[in-house]
């Protein structure tokens, strides 16, 4: 049975590899889209706008500012000067996300008190938004840290994550596996399709001749007798 299934692969692998259109259809698709997807199809955001609206004016909130402003993710930092800037700003896409200090925001982080801060994200690009929505957090979840260094933590345990196989975390690394996997299916599919369509025209193409094609002449018709 192995046996009878080795032969049919490797006689379906000769006829297609056999013509240069289906080594094209093969190869070429592949090797351009896993080159270029990559850069194109990523989830990364960088060079976003940010809003920031401070109505504390503290250390804290001027020290994450900074942070947010130094950023990879960030390129364009606005600084409102009032609320009714919040909304046009949200509005007219000029800003993909916008924070907003409250005015006790400093005094209760000396305090050691939970101090909240708004978070408002373009709905219209919320895959973006999101994204940078999670680096905003990891930035305040790591100045939070810094703040508690030193001081009675209410638990001892710390987890700490380390990737082996992609410690840069390059979103790169991650598309070109599941690229290849689809490019290489959808071309599977293709060259199956082209196949079942030559022999379909090739078995149309021999039944005409055989209808057009005359008799010889030393052919003749003899009726059938039992």
Known sequence: MFHRLWTLIRKELQSLLREPQTRAILILPVLI???????????????????IYDEDNGEHSVELTQRFARASAFTHVLLLKSPQEIRPTIDTQKALLLVRFPADFSRKLDTFQT????LILDG?????????????QQIVKNYQQELLEGK???????????????PNLDYKWFVVPSLIAMITTIGVMIVTSLSVAAN????RSISYWFRRSPPGRSSSAKPYRR
């Open 33 to 51: 889209q896993v080159i270029l997807f990559p850069f194109a199809a990523t989830l990364e955001v960088t060079n976003a706008t940010i809003a």
């Open 115 to 118: 101090a909240p801060l708004q």
């Open 124 to 136: 219209r690009n919320s895959n973006s938004a999101q994204i940078a929505a999670n680096y905003l």
């Open 200 to 203: 379909v025209n090739k078995v």
């Open 152 to 166: 009675p933590k209410p638990n001892n345990s710390e987890l700490v994550v380390r990737n082996w196989y992609n």
